[in-house]
C-alpha cells in the first residue's frame, strides 16, 4: 500500500513563491504516475500538474501554465511541485497523487478518476 504525505503551502503574498513536496512510501515509486490536483471551496477538484513515470514528460492544467513546474526524484520516492507568481486564485487544498496502474513510462495522467491514492491534502492559501 502507497502513503503519500504532503508538504510545504502555507501563506503566500501575490507574486510569491512556494514550493509543495509529496514523499511516498514503499519501494515502487518510479512505477508509479504522479499528479498534483487542488480543490477550492464550493468547487471540484482539478488537475494542475502530472509526470510520467520517468519523469521526461510533464503536463500543466491551463490555470497554472508558464508558472508551475513539476518534477520527481524516483531515488527519493519524492515528487514536487514549484509554484511561482501565485495568484489569490490558486488558493485551495492541494493534493498530491499517484496512478499505480501507469504501464507506460512516458504517460502523464491528468484526469481524476486514473488516481489510486491520494495524499491528505496541503492548504496553499494567496493573499492580494
Not at 17 to 35: D, E, H, N, P, V
Not at 61 to 90: C, H, Y
Given at each position: 500500500?502507497?502513503?503519500?504525505?504532503?508538504?510545504?503551502?502555507?501563506?503566500?503574498?501575490?507574486?510569491?513563491s512556494?514550493?509543495?513536496s509529496?514523499?511516498?512510501?514503499?519501494?515502487?515509486?518510479?512505477?508509479?504516475?504522479?499528479?498534483?490536483?487542488?480543490?477550492?471551496?464550493?468547487?471540484?477538484?482539478?488537475?494542475?500538474?502530472?509526470?510520467?513515470?520517468?519523469?521526461?514528460?510533464?503536463?500543466?492544467?491551463?490555470?497554472?501554465?508558464?508558472?508551475f513546474?513539476i518534477?520527481?526524484?524516483?531515488?527519493?520516492?519524492?515528487?514536487?511541485?514549484?509554484?511561482?507568481?501565485?495568484?489569490?486564485?490558486?488558493t485551495?487544498?492541494?493534493?498530491?497523487?499517484?496512478?499505480?496502474?501507469?504501464?507506460?513510462?512516458?504517460?502523464?495522467?491528468?484526469?481524476?478518476?486514473?488516481?489510486?491514492?491520494?495524499?491528505?491534502?496541503?492548504?496553499?492559501?494567496?493573499?492580494?
Amino acid at each position: 500500500q502507497v502513503q503519500l504525505v504532503e508538504s510545504g503551502g502555507g501563506l503566500v503574498q501575490a507574486g510569491g513563491s512556494s514550493r509543495l513536496s509529496c514523499a511516498a512510501s514503499g519501494r515502487t515509486f518510479s512505477r508509479y504516475a504522479m499528479g498534483w490536483f487542488r480543490q477550492a471551496p464550493g468547487k471540484e477538484r482539478e488537475f494542475v500538474a502530472g509526470i510520467s513515470r520517468n519523469g521526461r514528460i510533464t503536463n500543466y492544467g491551463d490555470s497554472v501554465k508558464g508558472r508551475f513546474t513539476i518534477s520527481r526524484d524516483n531515488a527519493k520516492n519524492a515528487v514536487s511541485l514549484q509554484m511561482n507568481s501565485l495568484k489569490p486564485e490558486d488558493t485551495a487544498v492541494y493534493y498530491c497523487a499517484a496512478d499505480l496502474g501507469a504501464t507506460s513510462l512516458y504517460l502523464v495522467v491528468t484526469t481524476i478518476r486514473e488516481y489510486d491514492t491520494w495524499g491528505q491534502g496541503t492548504q496553499v492559501t494567496v493573499s492580494s
